[in-house]
């Protein structure tokens, strides 16, 4: 159960700028505790003093970023215009520049390198950029990638987000306070599916020609326990052919077809992007960084447009479709996954 938002806003917010000013004085404090602890470990696996640095960065561009959601709070009539075209924009940009920030100190801490594989650049494909709405399905691969996900389409396609999230998310309080005034919506661990369905229908409805709506089919990051109870989840419905193709899958769970099938039928002129990616698939709890993180953080992209007018047009044909596209995303991880990093 997550506080009520006012207290999130007078505790979490200030408690994060106090954070920073800590954390930033007693920095040389924590790289001698990193340093000593990492000891053990070999030279080129000290990654601790790494990890200093960007938590470091991360809290204060997040204290940063939520000074910026006040003036912009007060600018906009203490709250009362945050709703108006204009402001939704400056909060676009503000999650732009955050995120590029991110960005930046990840290249620059951890060596991070992006390689993406788009669709060639024909006529037909450039004419389609900004001029209708998208519906983007992506493999669910822990925070990382969401990041540079949300990343790439505000800041190399232009987009602009609208995502169904976690409401546990909102502890996060810059996300908490940004996401909130924006089409986006977060949802309680225990929500029935039809509000999830609700929300999504409610996002995809009115998007316009440079909205981009994010879902994640699988519904949960990977893990070999996730994908076997998956796979007897649509056993014990009968789906026995989804259940036999989500066995041939080693890298992906079994999506769910209802959040993309209830987007796409409300929003049937969106083209739909499938991506896929991955580099950071093991990076998901603080322990799988100082256990697991590498000297170079690599990570690989692939995404593919679907047209509008080729999406299928009745339900039992679309989840068909969604498994088509998901058993060659997953083929296509396991050609461009990297070997799994070492526990040290």
Known sequence: MLPPRILRRLILAPLVIVLTVVAVVTLPIWLLVVTAASLRLP???RRGTRLVWFAAAWLTLESMALVACLGLWVAGGFGGRLHRDEQQERHYALIRWFLSRVYGAAVRIFGLSVEVDEPARTADELSRRLTRPVIVLSRHAGPGDSFLLVHHLLSVYGRRPRIVMKAILQLDPSLDVVINRLPNAFVPRRTAESGILTEIRRLASDMDADDALVIF??????????RLRA???LERKGLAEEAARARRMEHLLAPHPNGAITAIESCPQADVVFVAHTGLDDLVTLGD????LPMRAEIKARWWRVRAADVPRDRESRIHWLFDHWEEIDAWIAKNRPAPAAKT
Do not use: A
Request: cysteine-free; hydrophobic content about 25%.
């Open 43 to 45: 030279p080129p696996q």
């Open 217 to 226: 089919p699988e519904g949960g990051n990977f893990t070999p326990r996730r």
């Open 231 to 233: 796979i007897l989840h």
């Open 289 to 292: 960084l100082w256990r697991r």
